[in-house]
């Protein structure tokens, strides 16, 4: 099966973990997946042995499985953050420019309107607020307000072309807070499935690891296959520091 595949059919296993069973990865997921596919592997001849110790004979396949599941999962996640971060870029690119627009169009509207105290009153309930929301939300009042009341910015020769810019501005800069900011909560969804599949995965991997470190505690051609490489590169070199 491939990753996506995997992932479809580990996902109702991962869901049923209860949120207080659920781990975080340790070590690199990718690395982690990886030696569990070579785990998978490893343990192929000892198969009959590790489920005389205990180890269900369904484990076996479901590890595999688990591995690319996880594998999927965590490529999902990456995906959500670079794409929340690409727009947390844009933000910062583009709502300078935004804000001094708000601010050029709130000093216009308040000489054109000087001499009406309604309309001035309604720039100032726009002005109200400094928030990346408030903003958002100003430039389209604006637009509206200006579009519904032209002729005061028309007698002080003001660029009718704004209005439309103000509202386009306005919904441009409310996709991209949305993706910046309303997709943390799928986000956080999306890496929780990751830990999920992660903590999944380690259930069959730790299954298969304790058995095997049980019947080959004496057999060290044999045990070595039953470890993590990856902490033992780590370990190896804390103690050459």
């Not at 003001?158 to 910046?180: G, H, N, P, V, Y």
């Not at 309303?182 to 903590?199: C, Q, V």
């Not at 044999?222 to 590169?233: A, E, H, I, K, Q």
């Amino acid at each position: 099966m491939c990753n996506l595949q995997d992932y479809e059919a580990s996902l109702p296993l991962a869901q049923a973990i209860s949120l207080e069973d659920i781990k975080t990865p340790s070590i690199p997921v990718g690395i982690y997946s990886q030696e569990a596919e070579d785990l998978h592997q490893w343990c192929q001849k000892d198969k009959e042995a590790l489920m005389g110790a205990g180890v269900p004979e369904d484990y076996f396949d479901l590890l595999n499985r688990a591995a690319g599941g996880l594998r999927q999962a965590q490529s999902i996640w990456s995906e959500e953050q670079k794409t929340r971060q690409d727009a947390e870029q844009q933000w910062a690119d583009e709502a300078p420019e935004a804000f001094d627009l708000r601010d050029r169009m709130v000093h216009a509207f308040r000489y054109a309107y000087r001499k009406d105290d309604d309309l001035l009153g309604r720039v100032s309930a726009i002005n109200e607020g400094s928030s990346n929301a408030d903003m958002i939300q100003d430039l389209n009042d604006l637009a509206i307000l200006g579009q519904s009341n032209p002729e005061p910015l028309q007698a002080i020769n003001f660029d009718m072309a704004l209005l439309e810019q103000c509202a386009a501005t306005s919904a441009k800069l409310a996709d991209i807070r949305a993706m910046a900011n309303g997709e943390k909560f799928e986000t956080n969804e999306s890496l929780l499935i990751r830990n999920r599949m992660y903590t999944l995965l380690k259930t069959y991997v730790d299954a298969i690891r304790d058995a095997g470190k049980y019947l080959f505690w004496r057999d060290e051609r044999r045990l070595v296959g039953y470890g993590s490489r990856f902490l033992r590169d780590k370990n190896r070199k804390a103690k050459a520091e």
